[in-house]
């Protein structure tokens, strides 16, 4: 029960992002949610591969690449999911900043089992 409210907190909040960011578009809600399940599934398989891959960079920009990392991970889900367009990097990159914020500030609020 904990997954299914993590991942509509994560649909509603990128589809009321999509409202405040002109670069970020989806088609419907149900593309949102889409979203969120091909977020999840990217961020359990590619995530771990591109902060390994990654690790040194992080290091050496003092945690300000993982960022970078969250950019990119938008841009691999805007590939998979038909109903959803980022606009480039600019926009994946602000558009992870606040829906990493938003998700956690509304994860916190929620009781966990």
Do not use: C
Request: aromatic share 12%; charged share 10%.
């Amino acid at each position: 029960m904990n997954l299914l409210i993590r991942l509509l907190i994560t649909a509603v909040s990128a589809f009321v992002l999509q409202m405040i960011l002109s670069g970020v578009e989806f088609d419907t809600f149900v593309s949102a949610v889409i979203f969120a399940v091909v977020l999840g599934i990217v961020n359990l398989i590619f995530k771990p591969i591109m902060q390994i891959l990654g690790f040194p960079l992080t290091v050496l920009t003092l945690g300000l690449f993982a960022l970078v990392i969250n950019a990119l991970v938008i841009l691999i889900v805007d590939y998979f999911v038909e109903g959803m367009h980022v606009d480039g990097f600019g926009w994946a990159f602000i558009f992870s900043i606040l829906l990493s914020i938003i998700t956690s500030v509304l994860g916190g609020l929620v009781k966990s089992d």
